[in-house]
Nanobody, 122 residues
Framework: QVQLVESGGGLVQPGESLRLSCAAS????????MGWYRQAPGKQRELVAT???????NYADSVNGRFTISRDNAKNTVYLQMNSLKPEDTAVYYC????????????????WGQGTQVTVSS
């Protein structure tokens, strides 16, 4: 079993920054894609950013240029640096990882963090 623990959420004013972290622990042989999603009240969960095992990144248009996703494979951790935050960034942020648990098991399994609240308000 794999557990994802998030940290770094909080309340900030517009224009300020936050850095989210998500560390995975448990049975992990390798992790393919790591990503961040968010869900605002009354809205569907949306993709924020992803990073592959080779370091390729993708961003939602709404955050491109302001957010940066990165990963530390040695620590099984994904980060989301959020700069120039706007009120519309307010949401619960979730991390997700595609995990291969063992070298003898070729299948990847999806895991999700518990979510962390990010509130941007003046």
């Amino acid at each position: 079993q794999v557990q994802l623990v998030e940290s770094g959420g909080g309340l900030v004013q517009p224009g300020e920054s936050l850095r989210l972290s998500c560390a995975a622990s448990g049975s992990i042989f390798s992790i393919n894609v790591m990503g961040w999603y968010r869900q605002a009240p009354g809205k569907q969960r949306e993709l924020v950013a992803t990073v592959t095992s080779r370091g390729s990144t993708n961003y939602a248009d709404s955050v491109n240029g302001r957010f940066t996703i990165s990963r530390d494979n040695a620590k099984n951790t994904v980060y989301l640096q959020m700069n120039s935050l706007k009120p519309e960034d307010t949401a619960v942020y979730y991390c997700s990882m595609n995990v291969r648990p063992h070298f003898r098991d070729w299948r990847e399994y999806d895991y999700w963090g518990q979510g962390t609240q990010v509130t941007v308000s003046s």
